[in-house]
């Protein structure tokens, strides 16, 4: 697959990332909502969709969509930190989707729509468990039930296949299910923190 050129960046999917340059792995549901609204974002150089976090090599979109395999869909984002922070990049991952509703995301139900966080870096690590307590208050305080955001290393990423990526690009008016809570996340510098 990874020949293919993105369809938005202009570049192959598969190009070497570039140095200074970090990545991150969100699940939030239904990928390709996901992937579009992170490659709006000034500052992202890359995004993929494909599985993460189950036990199957290489799994099918089939597979993962049977429930077996164990892994989320997800979307890799490769980023420049000096355009865009790492706090914006979650900022926009909490406001985007609903982190309180475990293993689905409204009417997409399976442990592959789980909410998750998968980090490269320990301040990428450390942001994210800050900004988990506090939009976890946040919606607390709205009356939303704790948050079920999973918040691990980076795992192996499998890419799914190239007719999914960029597939709200190929198909505008395709399924996008991603719903916010309508509670802000604060855009926090995790450096004011520690």
Known sequence: ??????????????????????????GMGCYWGVERLFWQLDGVWMTEVGFAGGTVENPTYKQVCEGGTGHAEVVRVVFDPTRISF???????????????????????????????????EHQKNAA?????????????????????????????????????????????????????GVQAPLTDIAEEI
């Open 129 to 181: 468990e800050l900004s988990k307590a506090d939009y976890g208050n946040r919606l607390a305080v709205e009356g939303f039930r704790a948050i079920t955001t999973e918040i691990l290393p980076t795992a192996p990423f499998y890419p799914a296949h190239e007719d999914h990526q960029q597939y709200l690009d190929r198909y505008p008016d395709g399924y996008c299910g991603l719903r916010g809570t």
């Open 1 to 26: 697959m990874n020949a293919v050129t993105h369809r938005i960046f202009d570049r192959p999917m598969d190009a070497p990332v570039p140095k200074g340059f970090e990545t991150v792995i969100f």
């Open 87 to 121: 706090e914006r990049l979650l900022q926009v991952f909490w406001e985007n989707h609903n982190p309180t509703q475990g293993n689905r995301q409204g009417n997409d139900v399976g442990s592959q729509y789980r909410s998750v966080i998968m980090y490269a870096t």
